[in-house]
């Protein structure tokens, strides 16, 4: 057998992969020899041998020349109208979930997106300072208007863990959301470094329920409460999607 050099990625780390594997496969990737072509397959190892266990896409200069699917080392087909329906639903929650998150962002004076409004929700939203310098609890009750299509009432708080049930609108098709939610806060390059966590959270519409994890922090100026996204880094992860693990994209705001 040919010696070949393998790099593996665990999935629910990347932000850029083609194909994703299954529970309990890598993604795994190399150079076919001497044409110029990338091959990425899915699998596992058993007796020390690799077997192919997912989706298996071979590029060449960046674009698919061939889309396989294995399961446990056996090729089955791929239907295609269906797979293209999930990747598209997929990519729609995750739109659905920026959105959605945005409303624990801190600043959310901009947070406006389209039909699906957040922007006008908090009607005093410096006082998300206050209690982030004090470490402090802070009663909110957002109701629909005009720039606020979140529903909801919840104490946030700096100490401990707490619940955040909104009803939606406007967010495609998604009308529920349940979270539980971290928040910290502490001293960062530029003023204040907040940190918020949602540890589980659901989004719900009549036909589906996602789960989904999230993790996001900015620096915060204390002296207007405007968040300086040049600072911001987050994940956000779908976690029950069945055949596909745990997907995870970038979150930014």
Known sequence: MIALLFIFYLHSFSFS???????????????LPHSGKVKKTCGYFKNGEVVKHGPEVVTYEGKVVESLNFKNGERVRIDTSKAELESTKIEQTFGALTKLL????????KMNHGQFNVGGCDKRP??????ALKKSELQKSYSYTQNCDVSGSFTASF??????NFDLRNLNSFNHSKMKVKMTSKKGAVGIRYRFEVLDGSISSS???????????????????????????G????????????ITRELRF
């Open 126 to 131: 410096f006082d998300w300072v206050v209690m």
């Open 159 to 164: 100490k401990k863990e707490f619940l955040v």
């Open 102 to 109: 945005s409303i624990l962002s801190y600043d959310q004076g």
């Open 207 to 233: 036909d589906d329920t996602f789960t989904f994890k999230a993790e996001y922090e900015v620096d915060i100026n204390p002296q207007n409460g405007h968040a300086i996204f040049s600072t911001q880094e």
């Open 235 to 246: 994940l956000v992860s779908i976690t029950n999607l069945e055949g596909a693990g745990v």
């Open 17 to 31: 992969q083609e194909i994703i594997c299954p529970d309990g496969a890598l993604l795994m990737e190399y150079e």
